[in-house]
């Protein structure tokens, strides 16, 4: 699905009695159909049946929704449903249902072992009722004018709220705005500074005085705009560790060293290091441990994953800690085919699986702030402020692409910095 073009697939349907509990035969009491409209010019077809289960025809992976007609032999209950993917378990409920493609992925997640999404409820997806979705609006701070923008007025959990200007993009006179630094990782520390920093580097090096050049950048409005604070050496560069006078950024090329600069820019020490960075101490940043995780009480904030279109290398965190640092909850088989979300209750002695996504997605976010998760995919966004207990799922998709680039702001704001735009978001 990554791939450019479409594939052509069946959908798999499975169904069920009303509370969802049983499967049921469709061959013995019920009968399905099914229609596409890109399909024998829309017209009702037989499903068929495997497995207990049925399926469509091949469709078009990015082809309109597939309606569904469910009804029972010899009887007048019918069910209607229009979606655009495959569901794993449909209980039989008479009436309308209409999901869009995040509640697709919704209706298949299994929860277990207690777990509770407290608005996965058919009832909610009948058409009449259509209009009661989920939705996590977004606060979206733009770094270039409306005239040069790209908005997409329809997006119901946008909120468009101005531009400032941002020194990371630049206007041209014949190729009008483009990107001339790209933003790399957020750095945030807020007890030792109010601003965001981020490492960017020149987005294009045809300029042969700033080839290859790397910037730090510095926000001082919570990522709604970017200054650049002074030029880095043209090398592979991490931010190390800052203080109120210093910042400290590792290098790997042509040594492993590790230099320190003043807030002016002025070059204050150079040391070349034996070891890889990650053993060196006061360490803050680096990413060594993909299976790590700073304390949630740590004041030291970065952003993991940072994707953009072109990074290949992505960082997750997969294990995550409450408050009581007795309960641990992971989110499995990253960093591709994010599978499920385990819990443990003894420091990490025995797992329980909590909730199985049954998604088949590339990529699954999950971040944390104390008690309180949020997960994030290119479709859909699920909330839990009690440590993975109970959660809430918006049915608007966070993503629009490869841009990943979150961090937390306070203990409710989350924000997602990409090339064009910032995206804050008040997790209750």
Request: proline share 4%.
């Amino acid at each position: 699905m990554a791939q450019p073009g479409f594939t052509l697939r069946s959908l798999q349907f499975g169904l069920f009695t009303s509370d969802g509990k049983k499967s049921v035969a469709n061959n013995k009491h019920y009968e399905a159909e099914w229609r596409n409209s890109y399909f024998e010019q829309n017209k009702w077809q037989k499903v068929t049946v495997q497995d207990g289960g049925f399926s469509t025809g091949r469709l078009r992976s990015d082809g309109p929704p597939t309606e569904l007609k469910i009804y029972r032999r010899n009887g007048k209950d019918t069910m209607f449903i229009t979606c655009a993917r495959a569901l794993q378990k449909i209980p039989f409920i008479p009436g309308h249902f209409q999901l869009d493609n995040s509640q697709c992925y919704l209706v298949n997640m299994e929860m277990m072992n207690g777990m509770v999404i407290l608005n996965n409820d058919w009832e909610l997806f009948r058409t009449e009722r259509a209009a009661e979705k989920k939705l996590l609006m977004k606060k979206r701070f733009c770094y270039m004018s409306k005239s040069h923008s790209f908005f997409d007025e329809d997006e119901k959990d946008v909120q468009y709220v101005g531009f400032r200007k941002s020194d990371h993009l630049k206007e041209l006179k014949d190729e009008g705005l483009t990107e001339y630094i790209k933003l790399g990782k957020l750095y945030y520390a807020p007890m030792i500074s109010s601003s965001v920093y981020s490492i960017g580097f020149l987005a294009h090096d045809d300029e042969e005085d700033e080839k290859y050049s790397q910037f730090l950048m510095e926000s001082k409005d919570g990522c709604r705009s970017w200054q650049i604070k002074f030029r880095l050496p043209e090398n592979t560069i991490e931010l190390v560790q800052y203080d109120e006078s210093t910042f400290d950024v590792a290098i790997s090329f042509p040594t492993n060293s590790r230099l320190s600069y003043s807030h002016t820019g002025k070059l204050l020490s150079s040391t070349i290091m034996s070891s890889h960075p990650c053993s060196w101490p006061g360490n803050m940043f680096y990413g060594c441990d993909r299976q790590g995780k700073n304390n949630p009480a740590d004041p030291i904030g970065i952003s993991d994953p940072f994707m953009d279109g072109g990074s290949f290398n992505h960082l997750f965190h997969t294990l995550f800690t409450g408050t009581d640092n007795k309960e641990k909850l992971k989110l499995e088989s990253l960093p591709f085919g994010p599978a499920s979300l385990s819990i443990s209750h003894d420091a990490g002695h025995q797992w329980d699986t909590i909730l199985q996504l049954h998604s088949n997605e590339t990529y699954a976010y999950l971040t944390q702030r104390k008690n309180k998760l949020v997960l994030l995919s290119y479709h859909y966004t699920m909330v839990s402020t009690d440590f993975g207990k109970t959660w809430i799922f918006y049915a608007n998709g966070t993503f629009t692409g490869g841009e990943w680039n979150f961090i937390w702001l306070d203990d409710r704001t989350l924000v997602n910095v990409t090339p064009y735009y910032a995206d804050v978001m008040l997790i209750e």
